[in-house]
Structures are given as structure tokens and as C-alpha cells.
């Protein structure tokens, strides 16, 4: 008697209540078609990672080309062309102090890496009471203990808080929600004032602040005015305290420039990137420092040296994918596309805005997001289930952030197609309570 298959167990799913996955055996462009042959568009890039539509032929034609040349070789002690080639070709497109860049798996290997490199750099420094990180309300990083510790609190982390880092939380500019009571048209980013005392009282205890610049994700698609980033570089700056921009989400044109710090004239001292780096197609992460940083731990003493590294660091298969999507920036109409995409949202949100059931629209570059008036706001809002159902009835592909339906779409979505979504979602608010 053969043995029964294993169960699957997914992510972020809730076993013996969610409905069963939906088999999908085929990705072209903004579509993704179900076993049975239902075509559902993909309004989310599928977790914010693809960019040019699914099954990207040049993407695909250098993964077989890479797999058939060398599959992968161990980081540590070798190196390889696609690996040199991405690193040059990030070069010239990330923010200009970032010289140096160390690969990883996924958003949240980058984050930790960041983590890591900045509390020993003060160590390497001879300051090792520089240790703390700031993080801000309703940041979301990854899923892996530091990562999840500079998250904020959520039913994501709650039952692990016995084991999160602690952590320094500051404001988040959530200007439909105000932190500190005031609205946007007249405040002067007041909401950087508990940065600015926390670094003036303990910048010496402090290593680095870390951000999702200019949107965070996962804590409702928020969208920061660029003066806050900028403010947070300022006081850190000043403070000596490095900055840690996640751009895992932000990277690879989401806000309408290549990254979110270029938007606000920002210079980090580590960058994360991650989901977008491959097009979409297989992770790899990476994270960006200066030269200032790497210096700490250049030298003969072994005891400076950075002890961290994953099996498959660099794997020539995904950097030869990240390299093809780099490329598909020089030969396509990337910005273009995207800010055909900003056009619409322009055009569709102010309808939504003037809706009783509706608390706040935003937007920026590719990405916009409908945040709900419901009597249970949060990612655990009894609203997101029925939401998401709906949608999927309706052959696209949204997963609302509770009460927050945002949409983020591969960069190949036409404005009809777009502008279908908008309807659908205007559809659905039929649903609120
Ligand atoms: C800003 C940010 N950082 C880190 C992560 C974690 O990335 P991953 O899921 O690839 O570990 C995410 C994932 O959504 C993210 O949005």
C-alpha cells in the first residue's frame, strides 16, 4: 500500500476554514488560468513580485540558459558572471553611496542581513552599545524573528511576542489617521517629533532606524509625504545613526521611480530589495551598504568578518533572472507603463473618495489603495473574506489587507483591464455593512 500524499500547508492561510487553493496552471501577462481554464487577472503581481507580466519569455529563455550552464555554485570562496553582471547593473541604478551589496533569499533574509550589518558595524567600530533598532507603528519587514520583531505588533506576530527583539517604535505618517491628531494640508510632519526626541535622548544607544520608504505595505498601503522620509534621513544624519531603507515592495519602479528613496532625494546607508529583483520569477534578495560600512569589517582581523550566509546566496539561475529583468528596463517602455498606470488611478479614485463607506484613498506610482469604513478595521476585518471571494467570482485576483483593498498590479496591465478592476471593486462596496 503506497503512502498518501503529503497536505499542503499554505501560507497565511487559515486550515479547515479557508477555501481550498485554486490550481493554476498557466501565467501569460496579467493573467493567471485555473485547471479547470478560468482566466483570473492578477491585480496583485501575485504578492507584489511580478513586473512584466507572468512567464516573461526573455526571463524565462536566461533562466533555461543559465540552468543548463551552471546551476549553482557555492558563494563563499567563488564567484560567477550573473552574479558580477547583476551587481554591475544594480550599480548604475541604485542610490549612488550604496557601493557594496550582499545577496540573500527573500525580503526577509535581506531585512535580517540589514539588521545584522548594522549592529555590527557599530561593534566592529568599537561601540557596541549601539545596538538598538527603531522601527516604525504599522511596519511590516518579513516574517523571520528580526524581521518580525521590527514589524509592528499584528496577529502576524502576537504569538511569538515572548521572542520578538525588542524594538524602539516611532510615528508612522498616516496621514488618514494622524498620530499626532493633525491633517496633512497644514502640518509641518510633526509626527517625526518622537524620532527627533528618541534619537536626541538615546542616539547613543541607537544603530540604525529602519523604513519602508515612502509606502509601507503590508501595515494597509500607506503612503508617507516624501517630506517624512527625507526628515527621518535628516535627524538620523545628524544623530549618527544609520538608516535602513526596506525597499523590498518600494524597489523596481512600484512608486514610480526605480526606488522610493530616489523619490524623496533619500541616501541610505542599506537597502533591501527582494520580490521585484527576479521579475517575479525566483527569489533572491539583496542588501545595499556604503563604503563607510564596509570598511568596519574590511581588514585582517577575522573577528570583523560577517558570519552569515544562505545555501543558495547568489544563485547564478536567479541572478541571471534578475539580469533579464534589468534588461527588459533598458528595452521596454517600463515607466511608461507605469505611469499609464498612475494615470488611471488618478482618474478612478477621487469616485471612491466621496463614497460614505469609503475612510481614505491614496496613491502612489503603480500602487493604490481603498481603505473601508468597517466597525472592525484591521487585517482581521470579517468584511476581507467576503471581499476576496467576490472578487475571485469576478475573475481578479485582490486580497484586501482587512479592510484595505489596495491594488498593485504587473506593470503590463492595460487601463481597460484597469480600469475593469476599479469597476469590480466599485461592485463590491455594495458589501459593506
Ligand atoms: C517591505 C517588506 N519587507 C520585507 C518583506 C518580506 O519579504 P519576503 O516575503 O520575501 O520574505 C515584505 C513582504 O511582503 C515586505 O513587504
Sequence with gaps: MSAPDLHLWHPFTQEGADPAPLQIRRGEGVFLETQDGRQILDAISSWWVNLHGHSHPAIAAAIAGQAARLEHVLFAGFSHEPAEELASRLGKIVPAPLRHIFFSDDGSTAVEVAL??????WRNCSQPGKCRIVALENAYHGDTFGAMSVSDDSPFTS???????????????YCAHCPVGLTRATCQIECLGKLERLLAERGHEIAAVIVEPLLQ??????????????GIRRLTTAHDVLLIADEVLTGFGRTGRMFACDRAGVFPDFMCVAKGLTGGFLPLAATLTTERVHDAFTGADRARAFFHGHSYTANPIACAAANANLHIFDTEPVFERIAAIEQVHAARLPEFAEHPGVADVRHIGSVAAIELNVPDAGYLSSLRPRLYEFYLNRGVLLRPLGNVVYILPPYVITPGQLNFVYDIIRDSLALLP
Design 116 to 121: 545584522k550589518l548594522a549592529v555590527q558595524y
Design 159 to 173: 504569538a511569538f511576542d515572548s521572542l520578538r527583539l525588542p524594538v524602539l517604535r516611532v510615528h508612522s505618517a
Design 217 to 230: 505595505g503590508a501595515g494597509g498601503m500607506i503612503v508617507h509625504p516624501e517630506e517624512f522620509l527625507a
